[in-house]
């Protein structure tokens, strides 16, 4: 009786799992650059194939969790980064009474203060939410990204592989979202203020700048290149 030969999917399933094995070894000594080891293009096959996600996903959680903090030393828990971005936020709310309250050039800063505040502090929270919702677990928060360094959110890759591709997309989605919206609350609550119409409209340029920078950029190189993946992946995979 000959023995049974291994399936196709056996096959790739254990030529990933050696692939991975080797990656892993790579960051134990140091070299945390996952591009140049061939990791993310792994992880795209890993993606689009559910048993290999069931049989590698805490690999390839660890490897991502191992090189990312080696890689990234400004980093903290998730309750201090959620607390200090909830904390932002709150500044702004702060500005918007102060702009109820003040008049002239110190009401219109005030409104900018909060657009600016808001931006900056929903962004997190609201990619957090999300991952809450969607059961992605998040590890820490960081700074980085490109320039200016801006806070961000690390996930737990395992769980992030585990997530419908669909659900993985509007979790990049979730906080370029809010950050575009804020601007545009502070504009619609600017008639309970006294800030002047320079500050309105500048905080409405403002808004609309974000807008285009993230039609520009982002989706090339920040959430919404990632949005556009997972989408990508979940078109794929739907129509199979």
Known sequence: ??????????????GTREALDLIEAEVAVGRT??????????????????VMII????????????AFRARVRARVPVWLGTLTLVAVALVGVVAIVLASVWTGALAGI????????????VHGPAHQAYAWFSGIRITDYFLGG??????????????????????????????AVATKVAPFVA????????????AVIAMAAYGVLQIVT??????????WKKYRRERAIAHELMHR
């Open 146 to 175: 490109p320039p200016p360094p801006r806070p961000g959110v690390k996930t737990d890759y395992a769980s992030y592989l585990r997530t419908d591709p669909s659900r993985r997309a509007w979790f990049h989605a979730s906080g």
């Open 55 to 66: 049989e590698l996903a805490d690999q390839v959680g660890r490897i991502d969790r191992d």
């Open 33 to 50: 650059d996952l591009g140049a080891l061939g990791f993310w293009r792994l992880v795209g096959r890993i993606k689009r194939d559910p």
């Open 214 to 223: 993230d039609v520009a950029f982002s989706t090339r190189t920040g959430d």
């Open 110 to 121: 005030a409104l900018l203060a909060a657009g600016g505040a808001w931006s900056i502090g």
């Open 187 to 198: 504009v619609a609550l600017s008639p309970l203020t006294n800030a002047p119409a320079w």
């Open 1 to 14: 009786m000959q023995p049974l030969r291994p399936t196709p999917d056996e096959v790739r399933l254990l």
